[in-house]
């Protein structure tokens, strides 16, 4: 949990060096997720609010599957083309990073935590695939939408680059 809120800050404050909201926008462009803006405040707060929620055993499950999201995302729209091996810039750590939730979902956040106090532990398998899957299917939504956003945009972009002009006289 407390890896996710050194990530998560970084991108949402610009703590640790790292590029705040206007730098993690720039990175969203760059990665072509539109509306930029939207998909910056997602993943900041994903990682930083889901980290948290991890660290104290907060809505487990959730909190694991919106993680998963995130991770997934990272690893189709900047990983997965630099190979499996991390040393290359390729997906092998954030794979492990979705194991280690998946774990952390099936084992159960423990008596010690927000919903072992509140009663709502859901552990085991299911509970970890049903995580997996709707961190894929977060991802897979995300990613669509921001195609589409895209799309949108640049079609309007074109539409206006080409409007006819109207006759002055």
């Not at 909201?21 to 462009?29: A, K, S, V, Y």
């Not at 599957?65 to 092998?92: C, D, P, Q």
Request: aromatic letters at 6%; zero cysteines.
């Amino acid at each position: 949990g407390g890896m996710f809120i050194g990530h998560g800050t970084p991108k949402l404050f610009g703590w640790f060096g790292g590029p705040g909201l206007d730098g993690t926008t720039g990175m969203m462009e760059k990665l072509g997720l539109a509306p930029p803006r939207s998909n910056a405040y997602a993943a900041a707060l994903s990682e930083t609010l889901g980290g948290a929620a991890i660290a104290l055993g907060a809505f487990t499950a959730a909190a694991a599957a919106s993680l998963i999201g995130t991770m997934t995302t990272a690893v189709r729209t900047v990983h997965l083309k630099n190979g499996f091996w991390s040393t290359g810039g390729g997906y092998e750590y954030n794979l492990t990073i979705i194991a280690a939730l998946l774990l952390i979902v099936d084992g159960g956040p423990g008596a010690l935590s927000v919903d072992g106090a509140l009663g709502i532990e859901e552990t085991g398998a299911g509970a970890a695939l049903g995580a997996l899957a709707l961190g894929v299917l977060g991802s897979t939504v995300t990613l669509a939408a921001a195609q589409a956003a895209g799309k949108k945009a640049a079609a309007e972009a074109a539409a206006g680059a080409v409007a006819p002009q109207p006759a002055v006289g």
